[in-house]
């Protein structure tokens, strides 16, 4: 069952969204050379609880013996998802990054992932953190009422191929509302006009997994942190949007 948002809901939607987008925003403009990746997650949790909303992330995970140990998942380079912060790991020239940032407020969550490049980034680096941004906005222009999720999820996929990238099959997009996690599923692969029909009202993350090598990855030793198996780059990033009756509304965008 995909849950259809009523107008007040949607309204706190956009709330929780828009602090949200502003937490990830003032990390991504914190993030440079010489701090650790703990020390963003630190200034990240300052910020949730500054906005009176909660980190969505910290203590999360059902089923599993070790519960999420953080406030954001900062994955760095070979990393795809779900990398914790530590103070052992300091961020250096040319390193590629993604914070996934989501929180409560209101009762709603918002979910939003950013790539950060820091200096010199290597060509390459650039050109897969580029093509998996590129596609998450393909991918959002597809997220129409009446389409399928096939429709988004094929999208995406063919501007990976395009480019000679891979796409990670284990982890998806998925609904977003209540909880972080709702139906349905958005894959990142599959065959436009399949999949649950889109109706205006339903609030979706979505987000590119892309790599440089081989699509294939595994879960390190922590039960969280997920990397590529050649050792090769990834790419992540998201938006939460809704989709109404014209085109799609991108609920984490940073209002300028």
């Given amino acids: 069952m995909i849950p259809i948002k009523t107008p007040e809901e949607i309204e706190k939607m956009r709330l929780s969204c828009r602090i ?16 650790s990746t703990q020390d963003l997650d630190d200034f990240g949790r300052d910020l949730i609880k500054e906005a009176g909303a909660t980190s969505t992330t910290f203590g999360y995970g059902p ?5 999420y140990p953080a406030y954001s998942c900062i994955s760095l380079n070979d990393e795809l998802v779900h990398g914790i912060p530590s103070k052992d790991v300091i961020l250096k020239d040319g390193d590629v990054l993604s914070i996934d940032l989501a929180l409560s407020y209101g009762g709603f969550v918002g979910d939003n992932t ?15 953190s580029r093509i998996a941004e ?3 906005m393909i991918g959002i222009a597809k997220a129409l009422a009446d389409n399928r999720v096939g429709d988004i999820s094929h999208a995406i996929e063919m501007h990976a191929r395009e480019n000679n990238f891979s796409v990670v099959r284990e982890f998806v ?17 599959g065959r436009p006009h399949t999949g649950p029909t889109l109706k205006a009202g ?28 050649d050792g090769l780059l990834a790419a992540h990033c998201e938006h939460t949007i809704l989709v109404t009756n014209s085109s799609p509304e991108i609920l984490t965008l940073v209002k300028k």
């Fill in 114 to 128: 950013r790539i950060v490049r820091i200096g010199n980034v290597d060509p390459e680096a650039e050109r897969l």
């Fill in 134 to 136: 590129e596609a998450l």
């Fill in 202 to 229: 339903m609030t979706l993350a979505i987000e590119p997994m892309f790599t440089q090598g081989s699509p294939a990855v595994y879960v390190c030793g922590d039960e969280w942190t997920v990397k590529t198996r």
């Fill in 173 to 189: 997009g998925h609904g977003v509302g209540k909880d972080m996690h709702e139906e349905p599923q958005i894959p990142n692969f």
């Fill in 63 to 67: 089923g599993k013996k070790i519960k």
């Fill in 20 to 35: 949200a987008a502003e937490v990830l925003e003032k990390m991504v403009n914190f993030t440079r050379a010489g701090i």
